[in-house]
């Protein structure tokens, strides 16, 4: 079974630009999580997406969005770049049952972004 | 502030010696989790652990929750270069990771 994928691996995006991130989850898999990673704060979450929908949201300013369509890739949207969004954006995606329910996340190698 | 502190941030041993690290916190968790992120890629699950005082081994590796369900250890014995990476401890809420920022772990041949 192929893992999670992530388009492109390497972005660099001078400040003010946009930019959208893919990601492939898992065959069967109908829940995408989003996160960002950086040295200074580490491994931080940005959204889930769930059947289309939008179940969970971190602490982000709203330049951050995502969609997720019927197939369950998700984008993700960056608006407005700022030379702080440089980091290693991870998907995780998982089978996405019931609210509460421990499920495995599977991460993808995520895509790195350099804001100049 | 982070709910989970992880310590050292970096260590670098000699293959073959053992080593420990630790996810700390003041909050109470159901269960934590235990990451293993290479260079290039996602993380990578390790284990969850759930019940106070719980020890789980992953051959080399053994995962210690603390008898208050407030921290958690990671010893690995006899560490191989192949044991290098990022440990990242997690507390799972609902469908959200809230990660540490991990224990930078290199071992030299």
């Known amino acids: 079974k192929a893992g999670v994928t992530q388009t492109p691996r390497y972005l660099i995006k001078t400040r003010g630009q946009q930019v959208t991130l893919s990601c492939s989850p898992i065959s069967g898999h109908r829940s995408v999580s989003w996160y960002q990673q950086t040295p200074g704060q580490g491994l931080q979450f940005l959204f889930e997406?769930?059947?289309?929908?939008?179940?969970n949201k971190g602490n982000f300013p709203g330049r951050f969005s995502g969609r997720q369509f019927s197939n369950s890739r998700s984008e993700m949207n960056v608006s407005t770049l700022e030379l702080g969004d440089s980091a290693l954006y991870l998907c995780a995606s998982s089978l996405g049952g019931l609210a509460g329910v421990q499920e495995t996340q599977y991460f993808g190698p995520g895509t790195r972004l350099l804001v100049l | 502030t982070q709910l989970l502190e992880q310590s050292p941030q970096f260590l670098s041993i000699q293959e073959g010696e053992n080593l420990t690290v630790y996810c700390n916190s003041s909050?109470?968790?159901?269960?934590l989790q235990w990451y293993r992120q290479e260079p290039g890629e996602g993380p990578v699950l390790l284990v969850t652990?759930?019940?106070?005082?719980e020890v789980k081994k992953l051959k080399r590796l053994t995962f210690q929750f603390g008898d208050a369900r407030k921290d958690s250890s990671l010893h690995i014995t006899a560490a191989q270069p192949g044991d290098t990476g990022l440990y990242l401890c997690a507390w799972r809420g609902g469908n959200r990771l809230a990660f540490g920022k991990g224990n930078q772990v290199v071992v030299i041949p």
């Open positions: 997406y769930f059947s289309e929908t939008q179940r």
């Open positions: 652990v759930v019940t106070g005082g």
């Open positions: 909050s109470v968790f159901s269960s």
